[in-house]
């Protein structure tokens, strides 16, 4: 016997600030996400140069993935995730371009293979 007292599925959803969600249409939601999407990418990269100091992999469900560790020009370090064209092209100690979107930080198409800029 079930227990009279006990809320319905119907009396959850109302009580939940989850029903604004299921009110709004689906594309709503599909449109918010890639408007945010595309403002992350509408900001132009700034480039920054820095020192590789090892490379090394991190655990994924899918397989382990590569990564880099940097010192960028403030003296901090930064452990980049990589592609194979960088692992070919990048030893320890050389100078790698970066491009920084906001916090985000990533190798260059060009990685270690561009010369420094002078001041």
């Given amino acids: 016997m079930s227990d009279p007292l006990k809320p319905t599925f119907i009396d959850r959803l109302r009580d939940s600030r989850a029903l604004i969600l299921w009110m709004l249409p689906p594309g709503t939601l599909l449109a918010t996400a890639f408007y945010f999407i595309g403002q992350a990418h509408e900001v132009e990269p700034t480039e920054e ?71």
């Fill in 49 to 119: 140069f820095a020192t590789v100091i090892s490379f090394g992999q991190q655990p994924f469900e899918d397989g382990p993935k590569p990564l880099m560790n940097v010192q960028l020009a403030g003296g901090q370090t930064q452990s980049i995730f990589i592609g194979d064209h960088v692992i070919r092209n990048c030893r320890r100690g050389d100078t790698v371009l970066l491009h920084r979107r906001g916090l985000n930080l990533r190798v260059a198409p060009e990685g270690c293979s561009v010369p420094e800029k002078s001041n």
